[in-house]
């Protein structure tokens, strides 16, 4: 089985400081992570993808993400926040291993707000 | 880059009507997949499919099915719609076989039914 939590449903920063979304997961086998933007009644755009290569994954609009198995956890990271980086954010994993298509397990999503 | 390209932005119908929605991908893709999202629930997985005319139920297949009779399209359709069908549909395709590749969605169908 697996699982993603997302440990916080709504974080706020100024625009210019760091921005941190936080990700825990749990799965039986090695896991592929995905961080995915939603702007409103848009569709999911990918930022990132963890397929077990470098552990530190660089995405677009300079967002990062470090796998940490130690923690199992796949944290979202940008150094400066800018308005535009006003979405909901979902972090998800996929399967790998066995007979599984890649099912997709999605976090329950993290609303960012960015304050002038 | 992908294109994932649904039919509808926004539909209204009415409950009863037998309703389509229509997704087209043109990266060749083998897996296409139907989601549905909904306010606390996230996105739950409806059906999906790996190849041409095969089709495989997600999680919450019921009230649904799909077609897919050429590999760039993938259609679902609701038989008989009820109001608990409203929600924001995405599609979804993937390359491959396994997991390691990302799905790529479309910007999603925003569906009342009355």
Redesign the interface.
């Known amino acids: 089985a697996q699982s993603v939590t997302q440990l916080d449903s709504h974080v706020s920063v100024s625009e210019g400081t760091p921005v941190l979304l936080r990700c825990n997961y749990s799965s039986s086998y090695s896991p592929s992570l995905f961080w995915y933007v939603q702007h409103p009644n848009k569709g999911l755009q990918l930022l990132l993808k963890y397929t077990s290569a470098a552990t530190l994954v660089k995405g677009i609009n300079g967002f990062e993400a470090e796998f940490k198995k130690s923690e199992t956890s796949f944290h979202l990271t940008k150094p400066s926040a800018h308005m535009s980086d006003a979405a909901e954010y979902f972090c998800v994993v996929s399967l790998t291993g066995g007979t599984s298509y890649g099912k997709l397990t999605f976090g329950q999503g993290t609303i960012l707000t960015v304050h002038p | 880059d992908v294109k ?1 390209t ?1 039919s509808s ?1 926004y539909l209204v119908k009415r409950t009863g009507e037998k309703v389509f929605l229509e997704c087209v991908q043109d990266m060749d893709h083998e ?1 296409m997949f139907w989601y549905r999202q909904d306010p606390g629930l ?2 739950r ?1 409806i059906y ?1 499919s ?1 190849d041409v005319k095969m089709k ?1 139920k997600g999680d919450i297949p019921e009230g649904y099915s799909v077609s897919r009779e050429k590999k760039e399209r993938f259609s679902l359709i609701l038989e008989s719609a009820s109001t608990n069908q409203t929600s924001m549909y ?1 599609c ?1 395709s ?1 390359s491959g ?12 169908t ?1 569906l009342s039914i009355l």
């Open positions: 994932v649904q932005r897996n996230g996105l997985l999906f790996y495989e995405l979804a993937r076989t396994g997991s390691i590749q990302p799905q790529h969605f479309g910007d999603g925003r």
